[in-house]
């Protein structure tokens, strides 16, 4: 016994925490409600604040709480919570102190219109131990509520953030880049900091999806007109370009090879998952076809971790047009293409989505990756192309 | 100043953490404001740390666990004694462990 420190404070990640094996699931996404009090013109989940249907269905306290002492036994260090608007729940505080209790870290992702007195005294008595997300949309309440679709809750949602200032409860502001917005989005940037709001700039959502039920395309077609055109995009990513394109090069230079007939190029359900407001365990947040879900009502947490979720991991993709552009691609770490997404677009897990395949391209011939009207699945010599990007500052 | 250990209390968890057991790990989550720094923060044990907090029991004086240990690592009590007083006293000032009153 010859050590003289005992007590080592350590930042929660996997990487810091994990000297020998982690477990099986370490975060766990719970969307406790679809219902959203803000009717915001781009979401791809929300219900209306009293929808009778959603409610019938939605998990009890009991059940959620049931699913979160199972997440702590497999070793489970943080969950997060939200929506939806989490704070429609009204068994929220009872939910929150439980996990904390139970030795969980808490994020919350809120619109912040609910953030009342009373919870903000809970979260300086028993802190959450993460920064609370919120999603901000503008920074007057013309701006704001032309997206939130509601009367009265922008100035509800800064009432919520001043009352986190007030009691010194860290939190991040997240925005979302539309059509719309994007020249404005230095000027929110400014606002934000005028107010104190945020140490640095807020980080932002620039490429909006679709419904993730796939339950309106009336939906769908108002939220491609709020997507942001491919330069949009880039003119975002590169406000800082020195720094991008350094992040770039660093990113590239780690390529090794397409992804060929691999499904899915993260992995899947491996230490985290999600679930959503009616039970279904879901890989994360966005997978929600049908056959990627693990009924958790019937079934268990450990069964999904160790049994469902690496079968998942193991799938490969079909679709012809997938294997022959997406299988031969290198653009993969700029493009948002995956199965989620590829469900909420086109209603299957392997079909390669334009809007995404615009933009990753647009954004490579901005680098000097691609030349113009070249498929990124056809560049001859791809590793000759990548070493000269790489390389191009030396 | 600084809390002393004491040979003869008996020390328990604070109300004010959660000390949890994963995969080899012993990990202190802050609960009640005031112990961590907010934020990302979470505390681990080394082993001498996770050998003593097993022992921490709500029954067992610090005297009887330092016996305890010299017998199961072989080494002199004056030597866990020093491990033992580090820990205590470190624990006490981030107020993760508390005196629990007994005798």
Redesign the interface.
């Known amino acids: 016994m010859m050590e003289r420190t005992y007590v080592t404070k350590v930042r929660f990640n996997r990487a810091a925490l994990w000297s020998k094996k982690a477990p099986i699931l370490g975060s766990l996404d719970i969307e406790l409600t679809e219902r959203c009090n803000n009717n915001c013109i781009h979401c791809y989940i929300n219900k209306p604040r009293n929808h009778k249907p959603s409610l019938a269905r939605e998990l009890s306290a009991q059940d959620i709480g049931e699913v979160l002492r199972e997440a702590v036994s497999l070793g489970c260090l943080s969950v997060g919570f939200t929506g939806g608007e989490p704070l429609l729940r009204e068994d929220f505080e009872d939910l929150y102190l439980l996990s904390r209790r139970l030795g969980l870290k808490v994020r919350l992702i809120t619109n912040a219109t609910l953030i009342t007195p009373r919870l903000t005294d809970i979260f300086s008595r028993v802190p959450p131990l993460e920064k609370v997300a919120i999603t901000l949309y503008g920074t007057d309440t013309n701006s704001y509520e032309a997206i939130s679709g509601r009367r009265g809750s922008y100035k509800a949602a800064i009432q919520g953030i001043q009352r986190l200032l007030d009691n010194k409860i860290p939190f991040i502001i997240k925005g979302t880049a539309f059509s719309s917005n994007a020249t404005k989005i230095r000027t929110f940037e400014k606002r934000a900091r005028m107010e104190s709001w945020i140490d640095g700039d807020p980080a932002y959502v620039i490429s909006l999806n679709l419904r993730a039920r796939r339950d309106s395309e009336s939906k769908n077609e108002r939220i491609r007109t709020l997507r942001l055109s491919p330069g949009g995009q880039y003119g975002i990513l590169s406000r800082n370009k020195g720094a991008f394109e350094k992040d770039m090069r660093r990113l590239f230079s780690r390529f090794s090879k397409p992804r060929g007939d691999r499904l899915f190029d993260c992995d899947p359900g491996l230490g985290n998952a999600a679930l959503d407001s009616y039970g279904h365990l879901q890989a994360c947040l966005l997978l929600r076809h049908p056959e990627t879900t693990y009924a958790l009502r019937t079934g268990n947490l450990r069964d999904a971790m160790q049994n469902f979720f690496p079968e998942l991991r193991g799938r490969r993709a079909k679709n012809p047009a997938f294997l022959a552009r997406c299988g031969r691609c290198f653009l993969s770490d700029l493009c948002d293409q995956c199965p989620a997404k590829s469900w909420m677009e086109t209603g299957d897990l392997d079909t390669p989505i334009e809007y995404y395949c615009r933009v990753s391209h647009s954004i490579a011939r901005k680098l000097g990756l691609l030349l113009a009207r070249e498929n990124a699945w056809e560049v001859p010599d791809l590793k000759k192309r990548i070493k000269t990007f790489v390389e191009g500052e030396k | 100043m600084d809390p002393k250990a004491d040979l003869n209390a008996v020390y328990i968890p604070s109300d004010d953490i959660?000390?949890?057991e994963?995969?080899?790990?012993l990990?202190?989550?802050?609960?009640?404001?005031g112990i961590?720094d907010?934020?990302?923060?979470?505390?681990?044990?080394?082993?001498?740390?996770q050998?003593?907090w097993r022992r921490l029991d709500g029954k067992t004086d610090l005297k009887s666990i330092i016996a305890s240990?010299s017998e199961e690592?072989r080494?002199q009590p004056t030597?866990?004694e020093k491990?033992i007083m580090?820990?205590i006293e470190?624990?006490l000032k981030?107020r993760?462990l508390i005196d629990s009153g007994k005798p």
């Open positions: 959660v000390a949890r994963i995969e080899g790990e990990i202190i989550v802050p609960i009640g404001s961590g907010m934020e990302t923060e979470l505390y681990t044990l080394n082993e001498t740390g050998a003593i240990l690592f080494a030597e866990i491990d580090g820990l470190e624990l981030r993760m």
